[in-house]
């Protein structure tokens, strides 16, 4: 059984052979960069997050206030 070998073609096309310690090395180094594409999208999806809660937050005390200003029920009982 004649043993397969291992090539790696670069950006201009030229073809090397290499062995299987560099092709494991090259397949880490490929899913570090996927991973830290990954990483990079999620913490922009966390801070887009952040703002939308807070957003959101800043609205329901904003509503608080200005329910507690209208005092709807205290004219109510005054009316009498």
Do not use: C, H, P
Request: charged share 25%.
């Amino acid at each position: 059984m004649a043993a397969k070998t291992l090539t790696y073609k670069d950006e201009d096309g030229k073809e090397y052979k290499i062995s299987f310690s560099e092709e494991l090395q090259m397949k880490n180094l490929r899913a570090a960069r996927e991973n830290t594409q990954w990483l990079r999208k999620n913490f922009y999806a966390k801070i887009v997050l952040i703002l939308i809660i807070l957003a959101v937050t800043t609205t329901f005390i904003y509503m608080l206030y200005r329910l507690d200003a209208i005092n709807f029920f205290t004219t109510l009982l005054y009316k009498r």
